[in-house]
């Protein structure tokens, strides 16, 4: 708890000696705590712009939601490293990690959005990230989903789908001014 609060604070070097204190002396029956730790020490690293702890830790842990959170990190190093293609490898690594998870289809998808590229990729990936998404979820996939089939030049899908979303979230005004955007 002492790490976590001072990397909050933003102290990585505090962080991770207790981070580390936590590692060495825990008891075994700790695994989830220790994980957390771990992840956390990694992220300590990506914070002074190191990803290689962020990628130890994806091998050491690759079905934990936080090395789902590491690839999102590792995207993002190279996104301020002007790296595309390491940063869409990253995505694409990420998405084949999580095939059942809905922030990761819409996270890939969204990206490609940004980067106009990969874009049927991007909509089949949209299209599943909706299929799994719970219905709190959906209206952000949908507008994902209708954003990429806009940019593809399917505009009566695209008006289709965003008035799903709008079902789900009625007060949403984002969903509203894409519709006024896609009719338009």
């Not at 789902?68 to 590792?74: P, V």
């Amino acid at each position: 708890m002492l790490g976590k609060k001072y990397e909050d604070r933003g102290n990585s070097e505090l962080s991770k000696k207790y981070f580390n204190q936590f590692i060495n002396n825990s008891p075994i029956n700790m695994e989830n705590e220790l994980q957390d730790a771990q992840f956390l020490l990694a992220k300590a690293d990506w914070d002074n712009g190191e990803i290689n702890s962020l990628e130890k830790f994806i091998i050491d842990y690759p079905t934990s939601e936080n090395s789902f959170s590491a690839y999102k990190l590792i995207s993002r190093y190279y996104i301020t490293t002007h790296d595309t293609i390491s940063e869409i490898n990253t995505l694409k690594i990420m998405v084949n990690a999580f095939p059942q998870n809905a922030n990761a289809m819409n996270s890939y998808a969204w990206r490609m959005v940004e980067l106009n590229t990969n874009l049927e990729d991007a909509l089949e990936k949209a299209i599943l990230g909706v299929e799994l998404a719970d219905d709190d979820l959906k209206p952000m996939i949908l507008d994902t989903q209708a954003e990429i089939e806009w940019m593809l030049g399917d505009v009566a899908s695209a008006i289709n789908t965003i008035k799903k979303a709008i079902l789900l979230n009625p007060e949403d005004s984002y969903l509203k001014s894409q519709l006024g955007k896609f009719e338009n």
